[in-house]
């Protein structure tokens, strides 16, 4: 069974609106192809390729027709200008026949003076596509419609039906067939043209659109002046194409090739958006809204030393990748944390620091302000003499003099670190004084926090 996806009326039209790009499959869908030039009612015939699909007749109105009968914007049934061109169709939708009630001369006035009769009368248009539908593929239907000024009736259910044969019903009542596309409301609107569109997938080899009322209906009197009891429609610039591919960002980049489908982005990129337009994708880029090289993630590089500035923790001095983008530490810093190894001395078994190490330690101070990028790291350590916790214990508390005496020259806190490390991490042999000499030190370790 085929497929329907939902359908809506999508509103009041007066003036023409953009179609979709694909090639419409309806030729002359607007009635301005005919020959020779309608004249009088039942002709629909002499629109190009349409013909009835049932033993009801549907009519084509011109501008170049007889004005009284089939003439545009006046004719028998009403008043109205073509949606777009100089011509369009109309049908009897359904026609409310009613037939004297013989009840009431029996029954007196408590019964109606007629009643239902036949109530089936609905005429059908029908042309051949220019081409079979695909199985499975999504397609529009969209028509507009009018119900005729002078109709006294208006019903809902109008809507198109594609078929793969040609209908040639002989009766004169309505189709069993289903909608494919179809209004869901009562269309009353004498004034507009509405727009009637929807779409469904094709069961496939569908070769043949019929235009007319179906299903279960609604009905409703708008009876002005004498009741001619029809609902009759105008009906203007048929079309059914193929559906365009999902594309929920409206991107031109379907959903199923969509990297990003609900961001607006570029076909080039898979469609994903590209904010600062130096062809990375923003959700590829480091820094989306910096332009910067694709071999940088899409960050610029503004000191050129090849470190992004978004990784470049000195992203406006040339530097090295050792340091995170900042200077190579100078040889003569270098040298200072060197001497400060074994240069930091301290109160035999205290954290203490000599006034003879308060040279070694400003001199560090200086650097940590001549480097405001740099952090540092303060790592305390002892020899194995003693008791392992209470050489932890005492190295982490060198460590943090030495950190509180940098903080008490200037040095920003949240610059510094401190730890200890006891006696676990050996540089020199213990077994020796000038081995254990060496492990008794202070590192400065320069390190960049985020």
Not at 12 to 18: H, I, K
Not at 200 to 209: M, S, T
Not at 306 to 317: E, L, M, R, T, Y
Request: charged fraction near 30%; charge should be negative; proline fraction near 4%.
């Amino acid at each position: 069974m085929r497929r329907v996806l939902p359908f809506a009326i999508l509103g009041v039209l007066t003036m023409s609106t953009t179609q979709a790009q694909e090639p419409n499959l309806v030729n002359n869908g607007g009635f301005e192809t005919r020959s020779p030039e309608v004249k009088t009612w039942d002709e629909l015939s002499r629109a190009s390729g349409w013909s009835n699909a049932n033993g009801g007749s549907a009519d084509v109105f011109s501008s170049l027709g007889k004005a009284t009968t089939v003439g545009i914007p006046d004719n028998e049934l009403g008043t109205s200008n073509a949606f777009e061109g100089e011509s369009y169709a109309g049908f009897v939708a359904w026609k409310d026949d009613q037939r004297p009630n013989w009840k009431r001369m029996f029954n007196g006035r408590d019964e109606q003076p007629t009643r239902d009769a036949w109530n089936q009368y609905s005429e059908y248009m029908e042309m051949a596509l220019t081409s079979p539908l695909i199985k499975d593929q999504k397609y529009d239907i969209s028509f507009m419609v009018k119900l005729a000024s002078n109709s006294d009736r208006a019903i809902s259910g109008i809507g198109a039906h594609c078929s793969s044969t040609e209908l040639k019903y002989a009766h004169r009542h309505f189709l069993s067939e289903s909608a494919d596309v179809s209004s869901t409301t009562i269309l009353d609107n004498k004034k507009d043209w509405v727009e009637v569109k929807g779409m469904f997938v094709a069961d496939g080899d569908e070769k043949f659109i019929v235009i007319g009322a179906f299903g279960a209906k609604e009905k409703k009197d708008v009876i002005e002046g004498a009741d001619n009891q029809r609902a009759y429609y105008y009906i203007d610039g048929i079309a059914l194409r193929l559906h365009p591919e999902d594309d929920r960002d409206k991107d031109g980049v379907p959903d199923k090739e969509d990297s990003c489908p609900d961001e607006a982005g570029l076909a080039t990129l898979g469609g994903c958006p590209d904010g600062d337009g130096d062809g990375v994708a923003d959700k590829m880029d480091a820094c989306p809204t910096l332009a910067g090289p694709v071999t940088q993630q899409g960050c610029p590089d503004s000191d050129g030393d090849g470190i992004a500035d978004n990784v470049d923790k000195c992203p406006k001095v040339a530097g090295v990748k050792e340091m995170k983008g900042c200077p190579a530490i100078k040889e003569e810093t270098k040298k200072l944390f060197e001497k400060a190894l074994t240069g930091i001395q301290f109160e035999t078994g205290s954290a203490v620091i000599k006034k003879s190490s308060y040279g070694i330690l400003d001199q560090v101070v200086s650097v940590m302000n001549e480097n405001p990028e740099y952090n540092l790291e303060v790592h305390g350590h002892t020899d194995s003499q003693g008791d392992d916790a209470k050489n932890l214990t005492l190295s982490e508390k060198r460590a943090a003099s030495v950190r509180d005496y940098l903080t008490e020259k200037g040095v920003n806190g949240d610059r510094l670190r401190s730890s200890g490390h006891g006696e676990t991490a050996p540089v020199a042999d213990n077994g020796t004084s000038a081995g254990r000499a060496k492990n008794r030190r202070v590192e400065f370790k320069v390190m960049f926090w985020e």
